[in-house]
């Protein structure tokens, strides 16, 4: 048993807070631990998706794991918009140096013996770069399908993010796991409740 006490899931309870697309008008808007768990799931099926079409071998319940916590360092970064993110070098880098100190800090409160299992989910450079590639791939059509949300609910600010994500996405020729995704389960989420349940 531990003597002390530990902050960390409040910190995580507090990812509901951090609003996403923060710098755009949102018909519907997400926050991080909506997103976190959208993510984990279309990491699941994608990394299930590899195995059984694509004779892949990874490990679909770490996958989705790791997907739950790729954001977890926004609890004390925020969100910073992907289009601020990436405007220069020298903002990206700084970004990164951030959030990695944010790891750091999250990885600090926890107990002593928690400690390495959770270095694994929350030091991204500690994951194999075929789960990265995954996560990153459910993250960028989390993102998609979020942008065509908000383009049924009419509004067009998000017109450009979905172009340049759907690019993304479909130019990711090396993983045909997320073609398959987008051609079997993205086009009904445009479906209305009604049209879903005919």
Partial sequence: MTDSTSSFYAYLSRLKWIKRWGLMRNAHEENVMEHSWDVAVIAHALALIKN???DGQVDAN???TAALYH???EVITGDLPTPIKYH???ILDAYKQIEHQAEQTLLSILPKDLKEDYRQLLDHEHLPIEL???IKAADKISAYLKCQAELKAGNTEFEVATKQ???IIFSMVEQPEVLFF???FAPD???TLDDLVK
């Fill in 182 to 184: 987008m051609q079997t």
């Fill in 71 to 73: 954001d977890v360092t």
């Fill in 52 to 54: 059984r079409y694509f």
């Fill in 62 to 64: 770490a996958i989705a």
């Fill in 88 to 90: 220069s070098s020298a």
């Fill in 132 to 134: 990265q590639q995954i």
């Fill in 165 to 167: 994500l759907e690019k």
């Fill in 189 to 191: 989420c445009e479906l």
